[in-house]
């Protein structure tokens, strides 16, 4: 039986783990060729091999999407490889947590890169090759840290609510090419995101919140949800989807 996204061509950047590599396996399961990007390529590597074991259709690209020149071409080589592009995930993020106040700069400057400019990079290359009569998709992983601020998240906050705002103003530019756009806010997600924290105070936090909230999202929550995006027929278009932990109350 086809799947639901039979003959589509989609590139993902953050695939070499969690909500990255999670999109490309259920994609893949559902008939789409993936291009894999991730700085990690050993990882993309093994995540290639599951995939074309299944009988899916995968390439693996290394990129660091915060260089402008090595996020552009990643696009334009899954553009060659698949034989043309029909969507663009834009998952690649960090989250590093802490007060402002005697914070290091670095950390900043990191999730400023990763979660905003590299996304608007690999935006800005993909938009001439998703112009096309079928119809395409550019998903951006936000998070509800881009709804709802918290103390200690300010930086990472002000990323997200920049990637949620970026995504509207772009839906309303190149909606009439046929080009759709959906923000995706999941909440918490047991990912690698969280262990990008080293800071003794903001882990306790972090696990005191996975303690409260109880059973928290698992990476193929949001997949599913990804691939519920993108399947819908080409009039339908879903610009938001706030995901949550059934027991996060914000």
């Known amino acids: 039986m086809a799947g639901s996204l039979d003959r589509r061509r989609i590139a993902i950047t953050g695939a070499s783990s969690g909500i990255g590599e999670a999109t490309a396996l259920a994609m893949a ?39 402008e020149p090595s996020a552009h071409h990643f696009i334009h080589a899954s553009h060659e490889a698949m034989g043309g592009l029909d969507g663009l995930i834009n998952n690649a993020g960090v989250m590093l947590l802490g007060p402002i106040e005697g914070a290091d700069t670095d950390q900043w400057r990191q999730m400023v890169n990763v979660n905003l400019l590299g996304l608007l990079y690999s935006t800005q290359a993909a938009l001439p090759l998703l112009r096309h009569a079928d119809g395409s998709d550019i998903v951006n992983v936000s998070s509800v840290a881009g709804r709802v601020a918290n103390p200690g998240s300010a930086v990472y906050n002000l990323t997200k609510w920049g990637v949620v705002g970026f995504s509207e103003a772009l839906r309303k530019e190149v909606g009439s090419a046929g080009i759709r756009v959906t923000c995706v806010e999941p909440g918490f997600v047991d990912t690698e995101l969280q262990g990008h924290n080293e800071n003794p105070v903001v882990k306790e936090a972090i696990e005191n919140m996975r303690d409260q909230i109880g059973e928290v999202l698992t990476a193929e929550d949001i997949a599913r949800a990804i691939v519920y995006v993108v399947s819908q027929p080409q009039r339908v278009s879903i610009n938001e989807v706030l995901i949550r932990p059934t027991g996060q109350a914000r």
């Open 29 to 67: 399961r559902e008939g789409a060729a993936v291009a894999l990007g991730a700085r990690r390529a050993d990882r993309l590597e093994e995540l290639k091999g599951r995939i074309e074991g299944d009988g899916g259709s995968a390439v693996a690209l290394a990129v660091d999407v915060t260089d």
